[in-house]
């Protein structure tokens, strides 16, 4: 995770007052030189604050807050969003300070296991590659408006500090330690189990791309090839997944009924498509076995969310894609089938409007006109059918 923050060195405590809990001020000489081999460059000194249990993962967790504008921290509140997912189910948890210098890690302050080693470097090839290059901004505009844009910079940004990440363990850690810890080759894998398997896959999605171009890179031409994919960040998580491709076409806009109140709306591109496709319902066992070659039909996106005014809890939602892409189905197709994974027991009909699918408490429509399909949730038929403007 990277966080915006001036003067991190001098500012790096416990956010959440648990001064004592942490240990601060320490030098990471040694890790740091080893990093530095990794990424084929020197860095400047860091410091690190580290900690270990409850305490030091709501300091961590206390970061996440006021890095979004939440809780104390006033030197803290600049809005700052690398968001990383390591895998704090097993303990851990990591983040570097935007232009600061500073990481903190929830470790043991004297003797870091190899995994929490492996997971400091991959900050420290933040730091590095912030000290020399430069990270791009994501808290700010344009990528703090549009999470296809983020993704798509991330992707770069984190599978360049998962290459170094990996590369670490697989020269500095004793092969003993890396037999004991296996996971730590594929360390943005997904447990199938988790209940938040949908949303985990979708987080750790740029990482899993961005370290499959990272390495791709680095062997073709070493660390001056990985440093080059800073300078032509991919725009759109399709052309960072799949390269090159038709031009993205903005969708239409919907309808809004009167009753409903905006909460927002936003792009969706690939990468929510894909992390939908991989686990209809939530569940992975539904997921497509060609969920990229059916994604890569994909040439624009737009997610929109409204509440009832008379019924908050109420919501509706709508998403509407392009195709126009070189997929292995039509998109049409693939939501069709998408929605009937991810609810088998929906009864369904097809009228004028298209696709009706209705549970015991939700209505669902997929129409596709022409290029264009509508996945749209919402109360009741009649809702869907102004939101598609269908009288």
Do not use: K
Request: with cysteine; aromatic share 6%; charged share 25%.
């Amino acid at each position: 995770m990277v966080v915006p923050v001036g003067h991190a060195a001098a500012q790096l405590h416990d956010p959440v007052g648990q001064v004592p809990s942490l240990r601060t001020g320490r030098e990471l000489e040694h890790p740091r030189a080893q990093v530095g081999q990794v990424r084929g460059q020197a860095g400047d000194p860091c410091v690190l604050v580290l900690g270990q249990g409850p305490v030091a993962l709501g300091a961590l967790v206390g970061v996440r807050l006021v890095a979004r504008g939440v809780g104390r921290g006033e030197q803290f509140r600049e809005p700052g969003v690398l968001t990383e997912l390591t895998d704090e189910q097993r303990g851990f948890a990591g983040i570097y300070f935007f232009a600061g210098r500073g990481l903190v890690a929830a470790a043991d302050p004297d003797e870091p296991e190899a995994r929490d080693r492996a997971t400091i470097a991959h900050e420290l090839g933040h730091a590095l590659v912030d000290q020399r290059i430069g990270l791009p901004r994501t808290d700010l505009w344009p990528y703090s408006q549009d999470a296809d844009l983020r993704d798509a910079a991330l992707t770069v940004v984190e599978g360049d500090a998962a290459l170094v990440q990996l590369r670490y363990w697989l020269h500095h850690v004793p092969i003993e330690q890396q037999l004991a810890a296996p996971q730590a080759l594929d360390p943005y894998a997904v447990d199938p189990d988790s209940p938040v398997f949908h949303l985990d896959q979708h987080l750790r999605l740029p990482y899993r791309i961005g370290l499959d171009r990272a390495c791709d890179a680095w062997l073709a031409g070493g660390t001056e090839a990985v440093d080059a994919l800073h300078d032509d960040l991919p725009e759109t998580m399709h052309e960072a997944i799949f390269g090159a491709g038709p031009p993205t076409i903005e969708p239409p806009d919907p309808q809004v009924p009167d009753d409903l109140d905006p909460l927002g709306d936003e792009p969706f591109g690939v990468g929510p498509l894909l992390t939908a496709l991989q686990a209809p319902g939530n569940d992975p066992n539904e997921g497509f076995d060609d969920a990229f070659e059916r994604a890569q039909a994909w040439t624009g996106g737009t997610s929109w969310v409204w509440t009832d005014e008379d019924d908050p809890d109420a919501g509706t939602v709508a998403i509407v894609l392009t195709d126009g892409g070189t997929g292995s189905a039509p998109l049409c197709d693939t939501i069709r089938a998408w929605r009937t994974r991810a609810a088998p027991d929906a009864s369904e009909s097809t009228d004028e409007l298209g696709l009706v699918r209705r549970t015991a408490d939700r209505t669902e429509l997929v129409r596709c006109d022409h290029d264009v399909v509508w996945f749209v949730a919402g109360p009741d038929r009649d809702t869907l059918a102004a939101i598609v403007e269908v009288g």
